[in-house]
């Protein structure tokens, strides 16, 4: 067990719905990713957040955002859902974001359907 | 552009048998890190270890060993004695330092199969 916490652990969803994943870091921890893992593009890092704030973007699409709230947990917001979206998504946390290493949570499985 | 190639993209074995997960990696950073993780098949992604460009020391865990090759670019995993329990999927990873933030660049994986 890593400490990162995710839910749901699966969403199933209709194209063009709106969902909301939730990730909470290991104790401790300031920075959060969020990485997705699919059959075509592999493990992909899509955002970073640090003590709240945004640090980096990687590749995520428009209809993805993203934040990171006082307590620290983090949401991923995917809109306007498409076929292509289902992943598996990952949180990930590490200390301060910087050259430590990251933690996976055990990920949501999103299918669209 | 930072690269992590993992060429095997499926190894089966038979229990006990050695088995050796290769990665090479691309960057232009004199400092940076490479990691090697464990999907299981419940999905979820394990870390195992963690290097610095600065340490090329092999690094042996119990029946895992690694060995890292700067003059290659390469950080190769070994399994020794194989279980079943080792069947996953397992990714080996670079950091990238861009924007003020470290992230990861994960090869493509590699299926190990392990049959008693």
């Known amino acids: 067990d890593s400490g990162v916490t995710q839910t749901p652990k699966h969403l199933i969803t209709a194209t063009g719905q709106r969902v909301t994943l939730r990730c909470s870091p290991r104790s401790g921890d300031l920075s959060v990713y969020w990485y997705q893992q699919s059959l075509d593009q592999g493990l992909q890092f899509l955002i970073q957040y640090y003590n709240g704030e945004e640090r980096a973007k990687g590749n995520i699409l428009e209809r993805f955002s993203a934040q990171q709230f006082p307590d620290l947990h983090s949401e991923l917001n995917l809109s306007s859902l498409e076929l292509g979206d289902s992943a598996l998504y990952f949180c990930a946390s590490s200390v301060s974001g910087l050259e430590e290493t990251q933690y996976f949570g055990p990920g949501t499985r999103l299918l669209v359907l | 552009a930072q690269k992590v190639t993992q060429a095997q993209t499926e190894i089966s074995v038979v229990e006990k048998e050695d088995v050796t997960l290769d990665c090479v990696y691309e960057t232009r950073d004199t400092t940076y890190y490479l990691f090697w993780y464990k999907q299981p098949p419940s999905g979820e992604l394990v870390f195992l270890i963690r290097?610095?460009?600065?340490?090329?020391q092999n690094e042996i865990s119990g029946r895992y060993s690694w060995n890292f090759q700067k003059s290659t670019s390469s950080f190769n995993f070994t399994i020794t004695a194989s279980q079943v329990v080792d069947s996953a999927v397992y990714f080996c990873a670079l950091s990238e330092w861009a924007d003020s933030s470290y992230k990861l660049i994960f090869g493509s994986g590699t299926r190990l199969l392990v049959r008693p």
């Open positions: 290097r610095n460009s600065f340490d090329e």
